[in-house]
């Protein structure tokens, strides 16, 4: 079966410096994999990359059956990113931060709606403006967006930050549905006591190379010093 | 493209309705320099009354400046704009999207700014459907150039003070069109008024045209 995300000495430079300096990655339909490194490593750059938002400056990356060489706009709806930023709008209200989202990626509106419900934002939530939400609450508005999107194959950065036991849970829930229902998963974490046992495969990450690891692995075999 | 620009005019014409920006700090703008105006230029000598249309559209120009940063630096907050670029939104919808919202805001800003000018110079709203018509493509104008600019100086460090240099040069005849049009208007000689129209039409449908092509490539430059 084609992989999901195939990258051949893929470099990705970030003004002159390689953020990414030849990676090789398979990753299979519905693989979940980890990405593990340390900070300034290149998970990020990786995972936007895939995206369709980083340049590829040399090698070959194919995502989805898209040449990113070619066109990398062309897979940026097929996919979900969860970075750092939660992408919302402060002055517009949660729900209308997920409709307007998931409109412009063409989502369902059925999808929106339960989306919404799934990440506990419903009810009186849904109207508060953006800018009064905790971190954590955002990051479950941002997750509500990338759930009702239905993307191909997630690229999650951190998706576990700012979130409280309950919000990790949903995470990982929403992860293992996702891949159930035939989506791909990317993770990019620092938190491997949560992410490792989500994940069916790590890979490490380290300037700028992948070098690919056995699984299943424990948090202590795969912590970086 | 259409669906997608009216999702995008709504989406910020939302914002501008829940965050109060244009009517709580570029209107009382406007209308503060109207006010300053009609202080330097004393009102006695008639200078005030004379140069009614050049101020107006001076006054215009400082609240699309205003706008269009508005307009960018929602999107360059909390990583706004690359999710943009993860939709599966026609870059050509974004730009008139963005567009038609920053005209819609001057069209209530210059409505304002009539009464205000009405009110402060004492000018005589006579030719109406020339000051409706010069409205129309002067605001189209400023806000497809507006909006091609600003997203060029979106991406970078010192868009606040780029942005005004890029832009003012690219409007001048806007403003020259449309104070031309607007002294003929408020003269009784709407006839001397209708060429200017013509010119403030051309040239928003130049930078329409050129926003429609450019806006993608700039996004994803910016």
């Given amino acids: ?225 | 493209m259409f669906r997608d620009a009216a999702l995008i005019a709504g989406k910020d014409l939302r914002i501008e309705a829940r965050s109060r920006v244009a009517t709580n700090q570029i209107a009382p703008f406007a209308l503060l320099v109207l006010i300053l105006f009609a202080f330097a230029l004393d009102p006695d000598r008639g200078i005030l009354t004379r140069a009614t249309a050049g101020l107006f559209w001076v006054t215009v120009l400082f609240c699309t400046l205003l706008a269009v940063q508005r307009a960018f630096s929602i999107e360059s907050a909390d990583g706004n704009r690359d999710a943009l670029r993860l939709t599966a939104l026609d870059p050509a919808g974004i730009f008139l999207g963005k567009a038609a919202a920053i005209a819609l805001e001057l069209l209530g800003l210059e409505v304002l700014l009539l009464l205000g000018v009405v009110v402060l110079y004492d000018a005589s709203l006579d030719s109406a459907g020339l000051l409706i018509l010069t409205a129309l493509a002067a605001t189209a104008g400023l806000a497809s150039a507006g909006t091609l600019y600003g997203v060029l100086a979106a991406g970078l460090r010192v868009r606040e003070t780029l942005l005004p240099l890029l832009l003012l040069p690219v409007v001048a005849p806007v403003l020259i069109g449309s104070t031309r049009a607007f002294e003929a208007a408020l003269s009784g000689s709407p006839s001397d008024g209708w060429p200017w129209v013509g010119l403030l039409s051309v040239f928003a449908l130049v930078y329409l045209a050129l926003g429609l092509v450019a806006f993608g490539p700039l996004l994803e430059e910016s």
């Fill in chain 1, 1 to 225: 079966m084609d992989s999901v995300v195939h990258l051949r000495a893929a470099v990705s430079l970030l003004g002159r410096f390689p953020a990414l300096a030849g990676v090789d990655l398979d990753v299979a339909p519905s693989e979940i994999v980890l990405v593990r490194g340390p900070n300034g490593a290149g998970k990020t750059t990786l995972l936007r990359l895939c995206a369709g938002l980083a340049h590829l400056s040399s090698g070959e990356a194919v995502v989805l059956g898209c040449d990113l060489a070619d066109d990398p706009k062309a897979v940026r709806a097929r996919v979900g990113l969860l970075g750092h930023a939660t992408a919302l709008y402060d002055d517009l209200t949660v729900i209308d931060n997920v409709r307007f989202w998931a409109r412009a990626a063409g989502a369902r509106s059925a999808d929106t709606e339960e989306a919404i419900e799934q990440l506990g934002l419903g009810g009186r939530l849904a109207k508060v403006p953006v800018a009064r939400l905790s971190a954590g609450q955002r990051r479950r508005a941002a997750l509500a967006i990338l759930v009702a999107r239905r993307p191909e194959l997630w690229l999650l950065d951190e998706p576990h930050a700012g979130l409280d036991a309950t919000g990790r849970d949903l995470v990982d829930d929403l992860v293992r549905r996702a891949a159930a229902a035939g989506a791909t998963v990317l993770i990019a974490s620092h938190e491997l006591d949560r992410a490792v046992p989500l994940a069916q495969r790590t890979v490490t990450i380290v300037g700028g190379r992948v070098q690919p690891e056995a699984s299943p692995v424990s948090p202590e075999a795969v912590r970086v010093p």
